[in-house]
């Protein structure tokens, strides 16, 4: 690097020169000359102040095209994307190996062939032959997808970009993607970054719909940087058991429509079918009331769902330590929940096992859950079953109190249509219209005098 030349400036009369004396030359003054420290090469070729074109601005409240959105013909993706693809959105998916990522993507890619939309499928982890064998399982042999095996960024930009641009542009997956202009192998932070902003630039400028498959680490998280998430529109994450046939469709992150909604599907031998009801999907098998059982009306999005959670109490006779064990509910939340039982009701669950289940593998985060789960934990405790045409909910605070929730009516419009008669939750949601009969409860001693004062 050049070396920079020392200047000293006269504070008096500003002249320059390039070495330090006692009295300015021009103006006479003595000892006004001080070092200016100029600017190194470094600073000056990363200078962004100049040499660049300049930009145009829009007013916020200029007209513009409203974006037409391009539906999936698949009701339960079209629900979790917000209403459909939006031309230009970069869409990442997330979820377990083996979890059906590939086998959504390929079905919603047929039906927009099918419909007259040009698709691009390209696969860098399986050959088009085995794409195609899947495709001829799904039934979806004669869907015109343009099908490639590819994982160089270059070769598939420069192939994109000699023909018509798609509707839609599916990657699978973002993780087996490389640039050549990046040093590293696919998978890497830096190539995962690198492939990702070139395929959504490609995406952005050609107004296509690019689906970008993500791998997951064992925790659930998506691998890869956490930029990634930051610089696509709508990050969906494909939950599910593998023991369990049905399979949720998540909403993480939409810039075009809200969070939190859900698709449900259900792998059958033809791939994913849409779950047009999931309630009768989770609360099948309740053909005879049992102790320990209580129907929670949750919220995903804008669809109730009615679940159903199961407790099991077992007493230990050998004093030994009790198990505490919760699956598809958040651990931290029963603790607090058996405590105030305890604390607030005279329960005593400290010589006894708890265990906790969601059925059909759901997973709830909703705090309105915590009037079903103490209802399941007193019936199971008490050994009496609760009403078979019951619901419950409520948020349980410290004090032992029933707080309201938000969408109550909504709760109970879907309970009474699915046949539920009774409701009981907090008593704001009384007020409000509903179709089944509701009864309001304020503390939770009131829940037990109710379920262990029922003959």
């Known amino acids: 690097m050049a070396k920079p030349k020392r200047r000293f400036v006269c504070a008096a009369c500003g002249s320059v020169t390039h070495r330090w004396q006692g009295q300015c030359a021009d103006c006479g003054e003595w000892n006004t000359l001080a070092e200016e420290v100029p600017a190194t090469v470094f600073s000056q070729k990363h200078d962004l102040s100049s040499g660049g074109r300049s930009i145009q601005f829009e007013p916020l409240d200029k007209p513009g095209e409203a974006l037409t959105r391009r539906t999936t013909g698949l009701a339960e993706l079209d629900r979790a994307l917000g209403g459909g693809l939006v031309p230009g959105s970069a869409i990442l998916m997330g979820g377990d190996p083996g979890i059906g990522k590939s086998t959504l993507l390929l079905q919603a890619a047929a039906k927009i062939a099918l419909a007259g939309g040009s698709t691009v499928y390209i696969s860098g982890e399986e050959a088009a032959g085995q794409v195609r064998m899947r495709a001829e399982r799904l039934g979806l042999a004669n869907a015109p997808i343009s099908l490639a095996a590819a994982t160089s960024v270059r070769d598939i930009l420069t192939t994109l970009s000699g023909m018509e641009p798609p509707a839609l542009l599916v990657i699978d997956s973002i993780q087996t993607m490389h640039s050549d202009q990046i040093e590293g192998a696919p998978g890497t932070v830096s190539q995962v970054r690198a492939s990702a902003f070139e395929l959504i630039r490609y995406a952005k400028e050609n107004g296509v719909a690019l689906v970008l498959v993500g791998h997951v680490t064992k925790d659930g998280s998506i691998a890869g940087p956490r930029v990634l998430e930051h610089m696509v529109d709508v990050v969906m994450s494909f939950e599910g058991e593998r023991s369990h046939q049905y399979r949720i469709l998540r909403c993480i992150k939409n810039r075009f429509g809200p969070v939190d909604e859900i698709g449900v599907f259900a792998m059958e031998g033809q791939g994913l079918a849409e779950v047009g009801n999931p309630s009768l999907l989770f609360l099948s098998g309740r053909e005879q009331p049992v102790a320990g059982s209580a129907v929670f009306p949750a919220i995903e999005g804008t669809r109730p769902v009615l679940v159903e959670i199961q407790a099991l109490i077992v007493r230990l006779q050998s004093g030994a330590t009790p198990r505490r064990a919760v699956v598809g509910w958040d651990s931290g939340r029963l603790a607090m929940l058996l405590a105030v039982l305890e604390a607030r009701c005279g329960l005593n669950f400290s010589s006894a096992e708890v265990y906790l289940n969601v059925a059909g593998g759901y997973r709830l985060a909703d705090p309105a859950a915590d009037l079903a789960v103490a209802a399941a934990l007193v019936s199971a405790l008490a050994d009496k079953p609760l009403g078979a045409d019951a619901v419950w909910f409520g948020e349980v605070s410290l004090a032992g109190e029933?707080?309201?929730?938000?969408?109550?009516?909504?709760?109970?419009?879907?309970?009474?249509?699915?046949?539920?008669?009774?409701?009981?939750?907090?008593?704001?949601?009384?007020?409000?219209?509903?179709?089944?009969?509701?009864?309001?409860?304020?503390?939770?001693?009131?829940?037990?005098?109710?379920?262990?004062?029922?003959?």
Not at 419 to 442: C, D, I, M, Q, Y
Request: hydrophobic share 45%; net charge positive.
């Open 402 to 455: 029933i707080r309201p929730v938000a969408h109550s009516a909504i709760r109970l419009r879907e309970a009474a249509k699915l046949g539920f008669g009774s409701a009981f939750g907090p008593g704001e949601a009384s007020a409000k219209p509903v179709g089944s009969r509701f009864t309001a409860l304020n503390l939770l001693p009131n829940l037990v005098d109710r379920i262990v004062g029922e003959p």
